[in-house]
């Protein structure tokens, strides 16, 4: 599928592992999911955590951080795929035997402060084991015969265009724990994003050489920067 990324190791899994420890004290107050769901409330069956509460507020810092630091695989992947300007607090969610959430579209518009972010990926950040739980898989693009499932270890995550119908599959056993948030891409066409991370992705293999003599080198990551530079004005937002 287009405009879907797969990022193993998002998070480190001593940090995944951290964020869930502190969401399965028996104090976190957790809510009825519906609340955050519109009009597609009666699809959704799952739990959140409280929006307001200051656990949410010091764990999705947490996870911002990491992110924000581009010496981390996480990071860098992140920005290779995306190149976020913002992105939204993150949820958490929690869903047990019989919940899931049938096929919707994520909101274009998510409130960030006291206004509104554009939103233009969406990204599930898998917060449970595989072996927690039976069901539960992300489906992407959902409303197609052949969509893809991801159902990714501890820690992972799926980065993918918030124009994709998806739902998350019933849970039949066990316990799937995620977070979500919702990104401000500098590129606001999907093409020209694309386009961007593969650019992104060429510059760091030729920099990773060490077979290419230096003055050719030189020349290519120059070449590859120039035409990264002409979509940034031409596209980037």
Known sequence: MPFVYPIPDLLPVELAREIRAALDRPDTDWVDGRGSAGRDAAKKRNRELKPDSELRRSLSAMIGRHLSDLTQPGGRALYT?????????????????????????????????????????????????????????????????????????????????????????????????????????????????????DLLECLGLVAQQSGIEAPVKDRLIVKLEKVRGILQKRDGS
């Open 81 to 197: 795929n995306a190149e976020p300007v913002r992105w939204s607090d993150f949820l958490f969610s929690r869903t047990t035997e019989g919940g899931g959430y049938g096929d919707h579209m994520d909101n274009h518009i998510m409130p960030v402060g006291g206004g509104g972010m554009r939103s233009d990926m969406s990204m599930t950040v898998f917060l449970s084991d595989p072996s927690e739980y039976e069901g539960g898989e992300l489906v992407i693009d959902s409303d197609m015969g052949f969509a893809p499932r991801f159902k990714l270890p501890i820690g992972s995550a799926v980065l993918y265009s918030t124009l994709a119908v998806h739902r998350v599959a019933p849970v039949t056993a066990g316990e799937r724990v995620v977070a979500l948030t919702w990104i401000e891409s500098r590129w606001r066409d999907p093409l020209s994003r694309q386009l961007n991370a």
